[in-house]
């Protein structure tokens, strides 16, 4: 069977428009996704079109009237698409079972395995242009009411990010289903190097290199060109302390997730303990997904409260400041907010993910119910799913975090140690055990009989 | 094999059964009883309420009309725990497939039970390979359920169904996915098992060859149990 692409998108956009409650959940959370990254692409981008410094912006105590500052702020909305796109990755698995059974329906129909994969790919990209022209629909009246005149290259960064953002959504859906077969007779099967799990790590990764792209060039070209050659220094340090952290985060989290889970299994004495380290020691990468944006907003978070707690100190004694204390204010506050919205998306994700693995699961787990299994042993052992890797990382992350404020005070030399900096990994593990308790109605419901008679 | 209730001093007692699922009323007044160390097939085509039945009879659904007792307890009053620890501990439930927790070992699996009883871990687990053992699948006790054969899965679920020594084992549809032979290999051991430990079986079934290894089978026929041979 032969099919254009336009036969291809009718069939997805027939596909999407008859899904059922739990695809649509998935669809209405992949466009809010898709909506935000845009709007955070969006507000980066028009801050990037600005050329030198001979504007005028009324926001933000002036910060975004200068050229350096306004590079920060554009790489903070950038790296706040990296807590987007790990929401944007659990999103896209809810309802993965019905999706399986979708595919396997359009193999026995003939089609071939190339076409399944662009037809579900079409389906994110769809998706996601719902949430992008959603958000460019908002987007351009705001733009056109702060703004007398928005130069043409404004209105070209907004159209590019528009297109790119639906774009990106289906090329990274068809990535994700590479090595996805599809049978006609319902069962779907991964192809490939035999290490599952570990291609949504990659992914991650590889959509961070975008990110980080993105934010090197923002970073190179919105800065003050007059200080020579070593303005590559700090967006450079940036790009690959970005990538590094990314990287260190994703590998921390599975390698965390498979240890816990592994020395557990062996010594677990209770049921619920004992179900909870098995689930990690199975799939590891499964729970990394959603922690390794959770790492690097607490790394982030961490290090940034120490420096604050620094400068803010600083600020207090120095006399001779070359602007209002607000302007530096503004600008700290700004960032907490950033970081906020961060782990909000982050902490969203997570609840996501914990409700997805719930709801695949659920004729298993209410077969458990029917067997005997007291439900609050399935409640502890859900919750336990999310403590028990997410302590020693958080630990690891919090003293990463605490080591780059303890190295800015060393640089400063403001000799303050800002401990108070550890009560950001303490709030980020609370807000994730609350995260996951989020999912456990959802649990109670999954458990009820009534689940025992569907398939 | 006859037909009928046993009514000396049944076990386990379902009168007057209703239980209906939106408009759909799966059970329309079943009557069913269940003897000590008796195995008991229910058949009946598709729809006609068999899945039901072993629910309300097992205390996994409460039905609308009608009363269940085991023991000379009536379960209708019973709140949730109890029932729980009743499945737990007095009962065995054995689906065809899905009662096996996926990403534990079939050792695991089988000890969990005892586990939740409070049985110390290694005990759980010496008990559990013994179990294993006794329905052939001890050498895949390190396996999880997606590494065995659907066989071999299916034994390990008997196994753990009569780890805790219940008095009843509730098995629905148990070769519903698999092969003859692997049929008659589960069926053998449950039965062998059973009649061994004295355990009353209620055997949910479509298939004739599987409801053959009953001591007594009823139909149920459009919710209600009705004579075999006799078309309600």
């Known amino acids: 069977m032969t099919t254009s692409l336009g036969a291809d998108l009718r069939l997805a956009w027939q596909l999407t428009r008859g899904s059922d409650r739990r695809e649509w959940w998935r669809i209405a959370l992949t466009a809010t ?30 910060l975004l009237s200068e050229p350096g500052t306004r590079s920060g702020v554009i790489l903070a909305l950038l790296l706040l698409l990296v807590p987007v796109l790990g929401f944007l990755g659990q999103c896209t698995r809810i309802g993965a079972v019905h999706r399986d059974r979708r595919l396997a329906g359009l193999r026995l129909t003939g089609a071939t395995p190339g076409q399944v994969r662009r037809i579900a790919a079409l389906e994110t990209g769809l998706t996601c242009l719902l949430g992008s022209a959603a958000a460019t629909v908002v987007s351009v009246p705001v733009l056109a009411a702060v703004w007398e005149r928005p130069t043409v290259l404004t209105w070209v960064v907004l159209a590019l990010v528009a297109v790119a953002v639906p774009v990106l959504g289906a090329t990274a859906g068809a990535l994700a289903l590479r090595r996805v077969v599809a049978s006609p007779l319902g069962w779907v099967r991964r192809v490939g190097p035999a290490r599952p799990g570990r291609g949504p790590g990659r992914l991650f990764l590889l959509s961070l290199l975008p990110v980080a792209g993105a934010a090197l060039l923002a970073a190179t070209t919105t800065s003050d060109t007059t200080r020579g050659p070593g303005q590559w220094h ?33 010594r677990a004495r209770s049921a619920a303990t004992l179900i909870a380290a098995e689930r990690l020691r199975d799939d590891p990468w499964a729970a990394a997904r959603a922690h390794a944006a959770v790492l690097l907003v607490t790394v982030a978070g961490t290090g940034f409260m120490g420096v604050r707690h620094i400068m803010v100190d600083g600020l207090r004694r120095d006399e001779q400041l070359g602007e209002s204390v607000s302007y530096y204010t503004t600008g700290l506050n700004l960032t907490a907010a950033a970081i906020a919205v961060g782990l909000l998306i982050t902490l969203s994700a997570l609840a996501v993910g914990t409700a997805e693995s ?30 028990l890797p997410l302590a020693p990382s958080l630990l690891v992350a919090g003293v990463g975090g605490l080591t780059v404020g303890a190295g800015y005070s060393t640089v400063t030399g403001a000799d303050v140690l800002p401990w108070s900096a550890l009560l950001v990994p303490v709030t980020v593990y609370v807000g994730c055990l609350l995260a996951a308790a989020t999912a456990l109605p959802l649990l109670g419901r999954t458990l009820r009989p009534s689940e025992l008679r569907h398939t | 094999m006859s037909n009928g209730d046993n009514t000396a001093g049944p076990l386990l007692a379902g009168r007057g059964l209703v239980k209906a699922y939106g408009r759909t009323e799966a059970l329309r007044g ?79 699996n089988v000890a969990l039970p005892l586990m939740l009883a409070g049985t110390d871990r290694t005990e759980s687990r010496s008990t559990a390979g013994e179990w294993l053992e006794r329905f052939g699948v001890r050498a895949q006790g390190e396996l999880r359920p997606g590494e065995m054969s659907g066989g071999q899965a299916q034994r390990a679920a008997l196994a753990r169904a009569l780890v805790t020594g219940p008095e009843v084992v509730f098995a629905d549809e148990p070769t519903g996915a698999l092969d003859s032979l692997a049929s008659e290999q589960v069926m053998t051991a ?22 053959a290894y009953a001591d007594r089978e009823v139909q149920l026929r459009d919710g209600v149990v009705a004579p075999l041979g006799v078309t309600a």
């Open chain 1, 33 to 62: 996704g898709a909506a935000l990254a845009t709007g955070f692409a969006l507000t980066a981008g028009a801050l990037a079109s600005l050329r030198g410094d001979h504007y005028t912006v009324s926001f933000a105590a002036g």
């Open chain 1, 234 to 266: 700090t967006p450079m340090a940036v790009f690959g302390g970005l990538l590094a952290v990314g990287a260190g985060s994703v590998w921390l989290s599975g390698a965390t997730c498979r240890v816990v889970g592994r020395r557990l299994a062996v």
């Open chain 1, 358 to 387: 719930i709801a695949t699961r659920r004729r298993g787990l209410a077969a458990q119910v029917a067997a005997g299994v007291p439900r609050a042993v399935l409640n502890r052992a859900l919750l336990l799913e999310t403590a």
């Open chain 2, 30 to 108: 079943a009557d069913v009883a269940l003897s000590a160390g008796e195995i008991l097939a229910v058949t009946g085509a598709s729809g006609s309420g068999k899945s039901t039945l072993m629910h309300c009879l097992s205390g996994i659904v409460r039905p609308d009309a009608g009363s269940v007792t085991y023991a000379g307890r009536q379960l209708e009053g019973l709140p949730e725990k109890e029932l729980s620890e009743l499945r737990r501990t007095r009962f065995g439930v054995v689906f065809q497939f899905g009662q096996l927790i996926p990403e534990l070992t079939a050792v695991d």
């Open chain 2, 190 to 211: 449950l039965v062998h098992t059973a009649r061994e430990a004295g355990t009353a079986v209620l055997l949910i079934t479509h298939d004739a060859q599987v409801a």
